[in-house]
């Protein structure tokens, strides 16, 4: 018989007959985990343990250990959850329910509201459905076999969504399970008995398609498991979430907020949430120009010729504002900071002496994201990007992706980040720029991650039109996953602004260029330092470091003093010199996330010392001035 060679991710091959299915390879090599997996990763693609295998492949077993595992059983679930609606409210529409950053959503369009206790009255029916241990099968159709089909259901949404896809090809997919068909790229779990625990969270309203202009859906969250543990876990971590919500601690904290007389999606940082984006920028300035980074300004408005020329009134028409006539010119908001930066280089003739050249930029740009998805701090219309461009030749590249790795990790670890998600997206079905560049920029970009130890999943086909790119998610005090750093390679902007330096040989060459961003967003990163710290900032970022409790009036004049002192060595101090007992001051010291406060009642001001409380943590005694100085001071310094 015909054999094919399969790698597996420990280095091992093994010859299989060819037409073999995926799951009839696990049994023979991992039969011990067999009831743990749920789909597997061949050649980058995530796929059906039911698809057969033709050619020789890289296949790597996934589990719900793994993102990309529990992405399937979450989409999987989803289905089922999409099934037990219809069958318990007829009539009801589907539009869309993908996997999501932890379990995922269906949304529907129902001509009745769902109330909470349909949460419990459908999660019964997806028990039901479960317990069919009904396979999910996959059918490649016509399209307009398909459309027709679900014409015939009235399921308007998923019709539109054929009629785009139909662009693309004759073809699409379809998967079907016990009694339930729908339109889905996939892949899913083996059947519906992997689903061993789930729980349905909560009713939300979604736009069809994110847009307010479009029919306000129905959308139900819910998350799975592979043991009821786990989802135990889940729902502790769900409680605490909502105990560390940035949106809530921001008011509490008065750190920032949004104004509805600006406008939806506009963050006004306030004096406190300024001060610590003031410490991250100006501690990430500090590290980028000993890191060899070149600080730029760049404006935030440009002539719509600059955005046709990069591309974006193509291709990102949707994400801008609309164009200002001035001066009987048009323009435009900027919604990435990209083309200055190319400007900036292009302003001199350039050598392959000058490079590496890396421009580095806190630039704030302008989206128009639809209303229906902005939240907090996360997604939002007007945000900062901690952006940079290198331009390289091609043999300084990989050095300078490593560079990129080197202080990424540096930067992160800083702000209390240990753990890491890392993702390497390649080439997609629809990418400009040579095949053999492309080969070569994941290359470099898979030898870096590699030198640098780091562990990553392969996303193929999933990187960016213009080039592929390193995704790097951090996890925080809770588990949760959260994107943070990207670098990207880019074969289009280089291309439509020629951009060029002189080589050794004389010629002009193309340099290679890299956008990198650390933070992603100062917003997004902000709520996301919320969250990991529930507000309570260590003692170099927080806006207050000390407060100053007399517990009676007559201890007041010697507080001030305290805190002239302590402000002439450097600290951020305030006075509650309320008239308050001495227990609701510090309680409401604690609640404001205060990293220190210091007592003062009589025996303090007759010694000259203080009675030192740490946030979280409570009485660590009697201390001398000084010596209280140096242990704050020094935490400030290590950053702790």
Known sequence: MDKIKVSFPDGKQKEFPRGITLAGIAREVQPEALNEILAAQVNGYVMDLFRPLENDASVQFLTFKERLGKEVLWHSTAHVMAQAVQELFPGTKLAIGPPIEEGFYYDFDKESAFQPEDLSKIEARMKDIIDEDAAFKREEVLAREVKEFFKKRNEDYKVELISDLEQ??????????????????????????????????????????????????????????????????????QEEAKRRDHRKLGKELDLFSIQEEAGPGLIFWHPKGAFVRHQIESYMKDLLLKSGYQLVYTPHIAKIDLWRTSGHTEFYRDKMYPTMHLEEAEYQLKPMNCPFHILVYKNKIRSYRDLPIRLAEYGTVYRHERSGVLHGLPRVRGFTQDDAHVFCTPDQVEEEVIKMLDLTKLILNTFGFKEFEVLLSTRPEKFVGEIADWQQAEAVLQRALEKYNWQFTVAAGEGAFYGPKIDILVKDALGRSWQCTTIQFDFNLPHRFDLHYTGSDGKFHRPMMVHRAIFGSMERFFGVLVEHYAGAFPVWLAPVQVMLLPITDSQIDYCNGLKVKLEQAGLRIEIDANNEKINNKIRQAESQKIPYMLVAGKREAESGKVSVRQHGKGDLGVFALEDFVRKISEEAKQKV
Request: glycine share 8%.
């Open 168 to 237: 693309n090809g004759d073809t699409v997919s379809i998967y079907k399970h016990s009694r339930f068909v729908d339109l889905c790229r996939g892949p899913h779990i083996p059947s519906t008995k992997k689903i061993k625990a789930f729980k349905l969270l909560q009713i939300a309203g979604a736009y069809w398609r994110g847009s307010e202009k479009n029919q306000m859906l129905q959308r139900i969250y819910g998350v799975s498991y592979p043991s009821q543990e786990l989802l135990d876990e889940f729902l502790k971590r």
